[in-house]
């Protein structure tokens, strides 16, 4: 993802830990809320949601200059309202302590794991799904029994200041506060029992430096290359409109978008045609407020600046959108696809987060698990084909953060399996059984007997620990 940029501090250092010391003195107060508390603030979240989403709509939208309703209310606001009526489901059973067996050299005794929230959670979250990426964490934290402050994207103005209003109708914010405006360099600083990021590799390094200084665990969500792969025996057509839909989604400015693509070398002219058929039924032109706009001029600049330095190194470019292909005006850029590229390019440099799609040619399998290997693992991996034996092969010889078979991006809309990266793409996860276990401690509890055989063990040692130990080491269980 990209990096977030400068923010006005309407917030200042003193507001942030005023807050951060009232949750603290919240939590220190009731450490362990109840099933009841939680499901409540479950029911609230999900008011806020449902009620108002032609407003949450709208504030992106503003943000982004233009982004489409439809895609704000599937990807965003369905998932986030989905995501919390899961967790409400499932948060009974999550918060059961678990039954753990027992050695039977303990016999009498039992063991237990508890899951208790740990205390203040952070979460810094980006602007390209700036609803999503707060309210799926927050759902894992609100589940677990923990308390949240949230720091916003500057470019996410609109939603920040929005959702900062009505979080603060249905919580005290000694519960949940959205902070407009704060810095980071007051925010990540502050006292918390977890931080959860979201962003760049380079800005994840930086929170993770300075959360370790108080020893702070952290959840990095930091996106990277997500690599695609079509195999000979899976149809172009179907291949190609799937793809198009997961990297021009946003216009390329999600973190599992497909990032580059492996086709085989004899059907790369068939995707192309059959990618530019798809783009035609989903865009009449690139004004269609269907398809979303650059973030901001920055952005903007920096991938018209990608495309030029993929042409002047060789590269060929196609524009996948018939007529006008980039819009100043609009802060739009036409779905396009890049051919003949090498490393020596920006566009196989760094994640792209934008509507580029490099396309990279191949003969056999084991030259395109090599590229991948060599290089940082990956968010996303996506592969296109019927082939078991061929799925599994690129499964267990390349590693990645997730996996779509024939499909891509829709494995982080699925709220019981964990989502989160590897490596450069990041650490730790969130949505479902595992995002409350992420944010809360998993406390093991060992209860002695009544009348336990320890104490044979204890000093002096002789002849009876002896025979016991003799015993202990060859008794199989």
């Given amino acids: 993802m990209m990096r977030e940029g400068t923010v006005n501090n309407s917030i200042n250092e003193s507001e942030a830990a005023r807050i951060c010391k009232l949750q603290r003195a919240a939590y220190k107060k009731n450490p362990y809320p109840s099933y009841e508390e939680r499901k409540e603030s479950l029911l609230k979240l999900e008011k806020i949601m449902v009620d108002n989403q032609a407003a949450i709509a709208e504030a992106i939208s503003k943000d982004y200059g233009n ?40 016999a009498g005794a039992s063991n237990r794991v508890l899951a208790q929230p740990k205390g203040i959670v952070g979460v810094i979250a980006p602007w390209n799904y700036p609803l999503f990426l707060v309210m799926s964490p927050l759902t894992s934290i609100i589940a677990s029994g923990n308390r949240s402050m949230i720091k916003m994207a500057a470019n996410s103005k609109h939603l920040a200041e929005l959702l900062s209003g009505l979080f ?12 407009p405006g704060v810095k980071a360099s007051d925010f990540t600083p502050l006292p918390f029992d977890h931080i959860v990021f979201t962003g760049s590799p380079e800005t994840g390094k930086v929170i993770m430096k300075t959360a370790a200084d108080k020893l702070i665990p952290v959840t990095l969500e930091l996106g990277g290359k997500s690599p695609t792969i079509i195999a000979e025996d899976f149809d172009m057509k179907t291949a190609a409109d799937r793809v198009m839909q997961g990297k021009f989604l946003n216009a390329g400015q999600t ?13 790369v002219d068939e995707f192309i045609a059959e990618a530019k058929k798809s783009i035609a039924r989903r865009y ?26 993929a042409k ?13 292909s980039v819009d100043a005006d609009l802060r739009k850029i036409a779905p396009h696809v890049v051919t003949g590229v090498n490393d020596d390019m920006i566009v196989m440099q760094h ?16 030259e ?15 592969i296109f084909s019927n082939d078991t034996k061929l799925q599994d092969n690129i499964i267990m010889n390349t590693l990645s ?10 494995h982080a809309g699925q709220h019981d399996m964990p989502f989160g990266g590897i490596g450069n793409s990041g650490m730790g996860h969130y949505h479902g059984k595992e995002g409350f276990n992420e944010f809360s401690k998993l406390r093991p509890i060992f209860k002695q007997f009544k009348f336990p055989a320890l104490p044979l063990l204890y000093p002096p040692y002789g002849k009876i620990f002896n025979t016991i130990y003799q015993l202990m080491i060859k008794v199989k269980f």
């Fill in 67 to 106: 982004r489409s309703r439809q895609e704000t209310e599937l990807i965003e606001l369905f998932l986030s309202i989905d995501g919390i009526r899961y967790a409400r489901k499932k948060l009974k059973k999550w918060m059961k302590p678990q039954k753990r067996s027992v050695s039977v050299w303990f």
């Fill in 168 to 179: 603060a109708k249905e919580f005290k914010e000694d519960m949940i506060a959205i902070l």
């Fill in 255 to 267: 973190c599992v978008a497909p990032d580059y693509i492996y086709v085989p070398e004899a059907k």
């Fill in 284 to 309: 009449s032109d690139i004004s269609t407020k269907d398809y979303t706009s650059i973030i901001d001029q920055k952005s903007f600049e920096r991938l018209n600046a990608t495309i030029d330095d």
């Fill in 312 to 324: 002047e190194k060789g590269a060929s470019v196609t524009s996948l959108m018939e007529g006008v």
């Fill in 351 to 366: 994640e792209v987060f934008g509507p580029i799609l490099p396309i990279k040619p191949y003969k056999d399998i084991s």
């Fill in 368 to 382: 395109v698990l090599e590229f991948i290997n060599d290089n940082e693992r990956p968010l996303a991996l996506y």
């Fill in 401 to 410: 953060g997730g996996v779509c078979i024939n499909e891509t991006v829709l």
